[in-house]
């Protein structure tokens, strides 16, 4: 999933609760697990530091980020 604003931060989810998000350049930023209830996710990065989000629409709300799927036509419009 990709922050639609920038573009900077993209955040991959994989198998068995594992995330890997990159920033700009930097591959592997932050990597941590995350649980999913319902439409909810609950972060927790490799340092111990929580975040959480929620899904509408196809669209990740996490934290200040709003994150698309690359191939939603909505990332590209920035909306």
Known sequence: MTDAASSAVTRESRRLGRYDEARGNRQSACTG????????????DDTGF??????????????????????????????
Do not use: K, P
Request: charged share 25%; net charge negative.
């Open 50 to 79: 929580t975040a959480t989000g929620d899904i509408r629409d196809g669209v990740l709300f996490h934290e200040h980020l709003v994150l698309y799927r690359g191939d939603d036509e909505r990332a590209r419009q920035g909306t």
């Open 33 to 44: 697990s995350y649980t999913v209830t319902g439409n909810h996710l609950d972060y927790v």
